[in-house]
């Protein structure tokens, strides 16, 4: 697992080539590598041995409900912010199988799974998902509730993060402090400009990965080149939230007529909390395989939207859209800070872009006020 700590870290660079180079050295080491790939029209994750699978050139054009790939013809890979899908599947897939049953001579063998995995490096993630993995991890590590699973795929997990330059239409990490810059966390950190990449040094793993690749000390220039583009990042993003009193806001206005004004356009489909690199919603399925002595079950992603998620001995907690929407918005902003420390949310603005809708919740939020603002 990668370390977090208030260091400055050490400032590289490489040149373009230098990306195959690191690619390559992860293969080397045994790591399946991972990172953006243009497919079916938008930006998805998948296996990368060879920098000409990433999205060279392309951006994203995105609003509530609308997106779209648009061919820059720049010369670079990182520019365009990813799609629906996202890293948390390497992490938390969508369906695991938790155990197994087998019918033998008149009795049942039990299977577990084996927790152990393969070494993964992910490749081009973005500080907003930095943010969402370590979000993941207070979830699934937490004592005394840590997934074996989950722990022995994040020990063999290595992150190369990208600083975001370029952020999209639907973007507000700038307003949570979970981008455009990842500041710990990381095992490398890049920073793409027009001749070369930014490394910074986040672990031991990523420091041998700078020295087998041949990373030599930053120029002023390309530090300076490094700055001026986060600046601009921060200051164009496409989105803005007011985080501030944001829970006490959001769980102070339960009964608020907001709510069914939002009803009125929400679908109930789940696609927000589907695409969002922070929930961690999930059923238990059983499978059985009849005739054949065969049974399992499985773990599979859910959301707070499926009228059964909530459901108990006489019925579900939350009957209407309205009930199943305010729970998602005000767990994730609101009381998630109790459970977890920090908000629920990380800005990548996802939700945004991919509601049918057209939902945007960082205008739903401005809707609420504290009664000492009012």
Request: glycine share 10%; with cysteine; hydrophobic share 35%.
């Amino acid at each position: 697992m990668t370390s977090g700590g208030s260091r400055q870290p050490t400032v590289l660079a490489i040149p373009r080539d230098g990306l195959q180079k690191l690619i390559q050295a992860l293969r080397d080491e045994g790591y399946e590598t991972f990172g953006p790939l243009v497919r079916h029209g938008a930006v998805a994750t998948g296996p990368v041995d060879n920098v000409d699978q990433l999205p060279l050139g392309w951006l994203s054009e995105q609003d509530g409900g609308s997106y779209r790939l648009v061919e820059a013809g720049h010369e670079r890979f990182f520019d365009v912010t990813p799609g629906a899908d996202g890293w948390k599947r390497y992490l938390f897939p969508p369906r695991q199988a938790l155990f197994g049953l087998t019918a033998q001579n008149g009795t049942w063998r039990a299977e577990v799974p084996n927790p152990e995995a393969s070494k993964r490096a992910l490749i081009g993630v973005r500080p907003c998902e930095l943010a969402a993995i370590q979000m993941q991890d207070r979830i699934f590590l937490r004592p005394p509730y840590g997934d074996p699973a989950y722990q022995a795929r994040r020990e063999n997990l290595l992150l190369v993060v990208v600083n975001c330059l370029h952020p999209g239409d639907t973007c507000f990490c700038a307003s949570l402090g979970t981008g455009p810059k990842a500041e710990a966390g990381y095992d490398l950190c890049l920073t793409e400009l027009d001749e070369s990449f930014l490394v910074e040094i986040g672990s031991p793993k990523g420091a041998a990965l700078a020295s087998a690749i041949g990373a030599q000390p930053a120029s002023d220039e390309g530090r300076r080149a490094a700055e001026d583009g986060l600046a601009y990042a921060r200051d164009h993003m496409g989105r803005q939230l007011d985080a501030k009193d944001l829970p006490q806001r959001m769980l102070s206005n339960l009964e608020h007529p907001h709510w069914d004004e939002v009803a009125k356009r929400c679908l109930g489909c789940g696609s927000c909390a589907l695409v969002c690199p922070t929930c961690f919603c999930w059923e238990a399925e059983e499978n059985l395989v009849v005739g054949e002595g065969q049974q399992g079950r499985v773990r599979v992603w859910d959301t707070c939207f499926n009228p059964n998620h909530s459901y108990h001995a006489g019925g579900g907690t939350r009957q209407t859209v309205r009930a199943r929407y305010r729970q998602w918005l005000t767990h994730k902003l609101g009381s998630w800070v109790q459970q977890f420390g920090a908000l629920g949310c990380v800005g990548c603005g996802r939700c945004i872009t991919w509601c049918p809708a057209g939902i945007d919740l960082t205008l739903d939020t401005k809707a609420f006020q504290l009664e000492s603002d009012q």
